[in-house]
């Protein structure tokens, strides 16, 4: 036992403990090999048992501790376990013996290639550090070698070194004094061939050495001369700055400048000079720009234009302002301010310029170009206004586009409003055309169906248009103005608003007095105007705004027309459209009404035999409105219809009031004031409203229309003077009218009604009033 006890940790957990199970058994293998592995390389016993410290380590009977004695350790067995736990334990104990030499043989078998190679790879470092040892003597053998040589050298050479020293001083300074002596002629021969830079720089190094031995009459003479050359050095370089030089661009100019400053020029002056010849090249550039605004040459595009202004104009800018940042950064906020003041000046000119070709292109219709154009423009000037911030160009360039962009608003709110106009024409010119040519053109809803997806059409390519200027891409869509009071106030307040409201109003002038353009309104137009504001306000407002307020994200807390406010707007002018056409419709059958009633003598007039032409015609008409309205306006709610509505005669018209007039009864001994009869009855009758609200149905549009026409004839009878046979002649027409009319209106007895006040308004304007028998009446109606 105590020689099993001795592979050391992991073989038990005390004299108490049961046996594992096989579940345990491979994580306390591995926890076993792994301290084994930790005990080969020096760890610590308690790090290599894979388990925490016990609480007493001086224990002789923990199998892991280091003080175990296997002696004492069997002692306590036998005196504290029964036989059979004894037995147990020895099982376990030989079943983890045999485990932990199961795991070293494994550990040995999957480490030999690496103790094979680890003990390869020691012997061959002996190798290499013995071969090293000796290379190392040798070099160091070969130092000590060197070291002495060098020393012994040093101290010969050390009383030549300063002589040599001492000479070489000798040999510069005279360098020094040749090269002042030919100063002179070196920097006429550079004035000669041009090359400025190396006289300059010449000049440069002598400058101190001359000016500190200038009391000597050599150096004094030298300086003289060096004076006079750099003089006309200077005459030279200023010449370059005149106009007519060959110098023209920013770099070239800069460098003169430049020379000029490292020759003592005074730099105020010279940035004077700076500025002058500048402004000569770049109004060169403007001058050419206004000259492609001229008529005379084919005016380039807008885009070509921009480009040509950017590589011309501002290009030369840019160079002109970061070369005069960099020569007269000495000047200071006043230096600064000169430059603002001529950028501002000259971007001022070029501005107006973009402007007056931007101009040109507000009638153009394609937008693609001109935003281009538009991102050139403002893409090219970041660069001087990041250069120039005080000048404001970046800012105007800014403002020069939203001005543009707004311009184009206008432009397609106006297209916009052109093109509805140009769908009324077309409308008109279709309801014209089947009347001169004598037959049926496109019938209504067709019409309205091609308004509308007209319309829409227009309204999307303009907002297709315009989404342009908030592209991406755009280098100006990121500005506070693109991103909110583009988006709300000018596209969807401005253009889409703007435009629906001016098609509500559009559509409202149809209404005026029948002495404007009401009058020469086709009262189809106003019905099919009416039928487009419905449409407007219960679906296509919304859908139309849904859709701007998906391409265009609008971030502005600007308050925006709500979609509510334009749908009232749209059902009031659809309302006011509709009545316009009742009362249009209505007047056309009253003036035939009138015209009927006032040209024909009822006082001589013959017995009826027939209906008259006009009633006929006033059916016919009233038949055709009805096929009108249905093509665009539902059908309408109607009260229930009597059973004999269609078969009423005249005892309809003549109530209880007539036939007690008309009866035998009603003679002289009984007098009685007729008209008295007639008032006193009315005041019990319903009253009758004419110009009642129109509803948005056929039949709401009829009834009103069929009041309206009743309502004349009614008020022409009563300035009339009527026969017996013209009495009777009232009396077929108002049943003739009855048999056809009633299933026009909403309510029958409102058609009955108005025919009984026809007929008997003639009745008290009638001398004699013997009305016709009812069974006469409706064969003369069913005759005609």
């Known amino acids: 036992m105590a020689a099993a006890a001795a592979p050391g940790p992991g073989l038990g957990s005390g004299p108490g403990d049961s046996p594992e199970g096989p579940e345990t058994e491979a994580p306390e293998r591995r926890r076993k090999a792994h301290g084994m592995l930790k005990l080969y390389y020096g760890l610590s016993e308690g790090e290599a048992a894979g388990y925490p410290a016990g609480p007493d380590p001086l224990d002789p009977t923990d199998l892991n501790g280091a003080h175990f004695d296997p002696e004492v350790y069997l002692d306590k067995l036998r005196r504290e376990c029964p036989l059979a736990q004894l037995m147990d334990s020895e099982t376990d104990m030989v079943r983890q013996i045999r485990a932990l030499d199961s795991d070293m043989q494994t550990l040995v078998y999957e480490n030999y290639n690496k103790f094979i190679s680890a003990t390869d790879t020691i012997r061959k470092m002996k190798n290499d550090f013995r071969k090293m040892e000796d290379e190392m003597d040798r070099l160091a053998t070969n130092m000590a070698v060197i070291t002495n040589f060098s020393a012994r050298i040093s101290a010969t050479l050390q009383d030549r070194h300063e002589r040599i020293t001492k000479l070489a001083g000798v040999h510069a300074l005279l360098r020094k004094l040749q090269f002042l002596f030919e100063l002179p002629s070196r920097l006429t021969k550079c004035v000669e061939l041009g090359a400025y830079g190396q006289a300059v720089r010449y000049q440069s190094r002598a400058r101190a050495v001359l000016q500190q031995y200038q009391h000597l009459p050599s150096f004094r003479a030298i300086q003289d001369d060096c004076q006079v050359i750099t003089a006309g050095l ?83 800018l840019c160079q002109v302002a970061a070369a005069y940042q960099e020569l007269f950064a000495a000047q200071g906020p006043a230096g600064a301010e000169k430059l603002a003041v001529f950028a501002r000046e000259l971007g001022g000119r070029y501005f107006a310029l973009v402007e007056r070709r931007l101009a040109q292109e507000q009638g153009g219709s394609d937008n693609s170009l001109l935003v281009r154009a538009l991102d050139r423009f403002h893409r090219r000037l970041r660069a001087p206004g990041a250069l120039l911030a005080t000048a404001g160009l970046s800012e105007a360039s800014t403002e020069i586009v939203e001005r543009v962009a707004r311009e184009r608003l206008g432009h397609h709110l106006q297209g916009l409003k052109a093109a509805f106009l140009g769908c009324l024409t077309d409308v008109r010119q279709a309801l014209a055309a089947p009347r001169l040519a004598g037959k049926e053109g496109p019938s209504l809803a067709e019409l309205l169906a091609n308004v509308a997806s007209s319309i829409l059409s227009h309204i999307k390519a303009s907002l297709a248009a315009v989404h342009l200027f908030t592209a991406k891409e755009v280098s100006f869509s990121n500005k506070s103005y693109f991103r909110g009071e583009f988006c709300s106030q000018g596209v969807r307040e401005g253009l889409i608003v703007g435009f629906i409201r001016s098609m509500c109003q559009t559509a409202q002038s149809f209404c005026d007095s029948p002495g404007e353009k009401g009058g020469a309104t086709p009262p189809a137009l106003l019905l099919l105007l009416s039928r487009l504001c419905l449409d407007y306000e219960t679906a296509t407002i919304s859908y139309i705004l849904t859709l701007t307020d998906e391409q265009f994200l609008v971030q502005d807390p600007s308050p925006v027309t709500p979609v509510s406010t334009l749908c009232a707007e749209a059902r009031e002018t659809a309302r006011k459209l509709l009545t316009h056409y009742v009362k249009v419709q209505g007047l056309v059958i009253s003036q035939m009404l009138r015209k009927s009633v006032e040209t024909r003598d009822w006082l001589s007039t013959l017995e009826p035999r027939n209906v008259r032409a006009v009633m006929k015609r006033v059916v016919e008409d009233t038949t055709a409105i009805d096929v009108q309205v249905g093509l665009l306006y539902e059908e309408g709610v109607r009260k229930a219809q009597s059973s004999d509505s269609s078969k009423r005669t005249f005892s309809v018209y003549s109530s209880s009031r007539q036939q007690g007039r008309y009866a035998p009864s009603y003679t002289p001994s009984a007098p009685m004031d007729t008209n008295l009869l007639s008032n006193i009855q009315k005041l019990f009758s319903e009253r009758i409203d004419v110009f009642s609200p129109v509803e948005f149905n056929k039949v709401s549009v009829l009834t009103g229309i069929i009041k309206i026409s009743l309502k004349t004839l009614l008020e022409c009878v009563r300035l009339r003077t009527f026969g017996r046979f013209g009495l009777q002649q009232v009396q077929v027409d108002c049943h003739f009218l009855q048999l056809y009319l009633w299933r026009f209106v909403a309510d029958e007895e409102l058609v009955h009604l108005l025919l009984d006040e026809v007929v008997a308004s003639a009745a008290l304007r009638c001398p004699d009033p013997v009305p016709m028998e009812p069974s006469v009446v409706e064969v003369i109606c069913e005759r005609g």
């Open 234 to 316: 200077a005459q030279q370089l200023r010449q370059r700055f005149r106009p007519g030089c060959s110098v023209h661009r920013a770099p070239e100019q800069a460098e003169c400048v430049e020379l000029l400053l490292a020759l003592g020029e005074p730099a105020e002056e010279l940035c004077q000079e700076f500025l002058a010849h500048a402004r000569g090249r770049l109004e060169e550039e403007l001058s050419s720009l206004e000259t492609d605004l001229g008529p005379s040459p084919p005016a380039p595009d807008v885009l070509e234009f921009t480009d040509r202004g950017g590589n011309g104009f501002v290009g030369g």
